[in-house]
């Protein structure tokens, strides 16, 4: 799933170079961890949070076919 995250991140900063995505597994919990440029934050987040949210869904319908449950954070620095 942390590819196919960073894929979609990458698709939408206009910085992909400062992309950095990394996974933390604990049983059926997956949080995937999202770092990008600060410039770029506010288009990961969209308008009203409706790209973060569309990310959010697929994780959703990704995490009940495989039968885990993703979360999906926003790290600033």
């Known amino acids: 799933m942390r590819e196919a995250v960073e894929k979609i991140v990458r698709s939408l900063v206009g910085e992909p170079d400062a992309v ?3 996974e933390f597994e604990d049983g ?3 949080r995937i961890e ?3 440029a600060d410039s770029d934050m506010g ?3 969209g308008r009203e949070g409706r790209t973060v949210k569309a990310i959010r869904s697929i994780l959703f319908a990704a995490g009940q076919k495989h039968g885990k449950r993703f979360h999906l954070d926003l790290v600033e620095d």
């Open 20 to 22: 950095e995505v990394t």
């Open 28 to 30: 059926k919990t997956v």
């Open 34 to 36: 999202v770092r990008v």
């Open 43 to 45: 288009r990961v987040i």
